[in-house]
């Protein structure tokens, strides 16, 4: 099993920046992929962001360009740079990892004002 702690969302305002970082622990070393979801109020959790061991990135349509995904092997933490915000990125973010299974973070919640 992996544990995953989020940290870094908060209150920006529209076209600020915020920094999202997701350690992880546990069976670590069995980890492929790793990324984002995110679930707004009402609205089912969307893939934001997913990045595999070897460094391959993959980003929902409505955060290219502004988000950044990275990963740390060595620290065994995954990144989520958002740039640019808007009051529609607003929404609970939680980290997950794959491996024989999908384990999830607590999730954080970053909230974009107008």
């Known amino acids: 099993q992996v544990q995953l702690v989020e940290s870094g969302g908060g209150l920006v305002q529209a076209g600020g920046s915020l920094r999202l970082s997701c350690a992880a622990s546990?069976?670590?070393?069995?980890?492929?992929?790793m990324g984002w979801h995110r679930q707004a109020p009402g609205k089912q959790r969307e893939l934001v962001a997913a990045?595999?061991?070897?460094?391959?990135?993959t980003y929902a349509d409505s955060v290219k360009g502004r988000f950044t995904i990275s990963r740390d092997n060595a620290k065994n933490t995954v990144y989520l740079q958002m740039n640019s915000l808007k009051p529609e990125d607003t929404a609970v973010y939680y980290c997950?990892?794959?491996?024989?299974?999908?384990?999830w973070g607590q999730g954080t919640q970053v909230t974009v004002s107008s």
């Open positions: 997950w990892a794959g491996h024989s299974r999908i384990d």
């Open positions: 546990g069976t670590i070393f069995s980890i492929n992929n």
């Open positions: 990045i595999t061991s070897g460094g391959s990135t």
